[in-house]
Every structure is written in structure tokens, then in C-alpha cells.
């Protein structure tokens, strides 16, 4: 049996099928690493870098691997908190919460501030079955 902590663990994929992320434990937080993202190619998602980050020693890191959650941690009642999301169409990075509305089905607030300034985007876990 998990941990209510550790259900949040697995392959995650956006509503719009167009982003995949790993969720996996990093010491005491959760991460989220994209394993994939749609492009024309394979080729440009393989190669695509950070351009829009603000550091320029960042821009050249490939985005294929990134990762978009950092510092996670479960606070209870199906809900993640405490860490960050990167964007990387805007090179921003906000403050980041999760709730499990189910067990397959989650909610991921990225806001500045205050949760009620912000944007949510809705993933659905990915089983072990599908393929891209």
C-alpha cells in the first residue's frame, strides 16, 4: 500500500494530450520531469531549448527532461503545495499546487502570490498500458 503522499507519483498527461510529466520523489519533495511535449517532430522536441528563460545560463538546457515541479510537498486532504512551476513558454516561474480531484485526475494551480491569481490545467494519469 502507498502513502497518501505517494499518489501523486507516476506519469501524468495533460488534458489537450500534448505534455507528459513524471512525477517521482526527490529526497523529501515530489518533482515533475516533461517526457514529452507535441512538436512537428520528434527531432525539434528533442532539441528545443529553454530560449525564454529569463538566466541566460540556462537557455541552452534542452526542455525534454526539464523539470517543470520542483519542491513539492504533500499537505494533506489530496493536495501538493510549497513548491514551484516553471513555464516554459514564458521563462516564469510561479508558485504551484496540486489536488487529486480523483485518483487518475488532477488539478495543477501554477499562481503568483495569491492562488486566486493564476492559471489551472488539468492532467490525467497516464497508465502503464498507453503508449504516445
Known amino acids: 500500500m502507498i502513502s497518501p503522499a ?3 507519483i507516476g506519469v501524468w498527461e495533460s488534458e489537450e494530450k500534448n505534455l507528459l510529466v ?3 520523489r526527490e529526497e ?3 518533482v515533475g520531469t516533461m517526457t514529452y511535449f507535441q512538436c512537428k517532430t520528434e527531432m525539434i522536441m528533442r532539441t528545443t531549448v529553454d530560449s525564454e528563460n529569463p538566466d541566460p545560463r540556462l537557455v541552452g538546457r534542452k526542455l525534454l527532461g526539464l523539470k517543470l515541479l520542483q519542491k513539492l510537498s504533500y499537505e494533506g486532504n489530496n493536495v501538493w503545495g ?3 512551476i516553471y513555464d ?3 521563462g516564469r ?4 499546487r496540486i489536488q487529486l480531484t480523483s ?3 488532477a488539478v495543477v494551480r501554477g499562481y503568483w502570490k495569491f492562488r486566486w491569481i493564476g492559471r489551472s490545467m488539468v ?3 497516464r497508465l502503464e498500458s498507453a503508449s504516445n
Open 6 to 8: 505517494e499518489r501523486l
Open 22 to 24: 513524471q512525477v517521482s
Open 28 to 30: 523529501n519533495h515530489f
Open 82 to 84: 510549497g513548491g514551484t
Open 88 to 90: 516554459p513558454n514564458s
Open 93 to 96: 516561474t510561479y508558485d504551484a
Open 103 to 105: 485518483s487518475n485526475t
Open 123 to 125: 492532467f490525467n494519469r
